[in-house]
């Protein structure tokens, strides 16, 4: 019986995704019938480590609220790093999640869930201060997967991290 729920919400899903399935007030319409995502907190959980490849780890909470009245499925969250080379996106692992570098997650109209995790820096990226940036509904160079009220408040403000 719950193979068979999954399944139908899997099915339900990529009709939802594909737009040949809507929710109650999800269609056409006026902007305040659609989600809006942000992310309401974004820090640091621990201090900066480095692991046995010699990479800098460093542990991450961000909570993310659909602030809209719909809501919301498969949107991804990712961190954003501005350091010496540019800007770049740093893997953001996320205990039970299915995918290792983004978070993918469904979440009801006015919830709120919290990730905590680490993000992996590169070897190369040791004593430096580096500038970090939480984006939810991430596109990754694919179409956004939310279509948002406000897309433009995706993005968290920056905390800066040094790294051993």
Request: hydrophobic share 40%.
């Amino acid at each position: 019986m719950r193979s068979l729920l999954s399944a139908l919400l899997i099915a339900f899903t990529i009709l939802l995704l594909s737009g040949c399935a809507t929710l109650p007030g999800s269609g056409p319409g006026p902007s305040a019938s659609k989600a809006d995502l942000i992310v309401t907190k974004f820090e640091t959980a621990g201090p900066a480590t480095v692991n046995a490849q010699n990479s800098v780890v460093v542990p991450i909470r961000m909570v993310v609220k659909n602030q809209g009245p719909v809501v919301t499925y498969i949107f991804r969250t990712a961190i954003e790093y501005t350091g010496p080379w540019g800007t770049n996106l740093v893997p953001f692992t996320v205990p039970a999640q299915s995918d290792l570098s983004y978070p993918w997650t469904p979440l009801s109209s006015g919830g709120e869930m919290e990730y905590e995790g680490k993000v992996t820096f590169h070897p190369s990226l040791h004593n430096v201060t580096l500038s970090l940036v939480a984006i939810v509904d991430h596109c990754g160079g694919t179409p956004c997967r939310v279509d948002e009220s406000n897309g433009g408040n995706n993005r968290s403000a920056p905390i800066s991290v040094s790294l051993p």
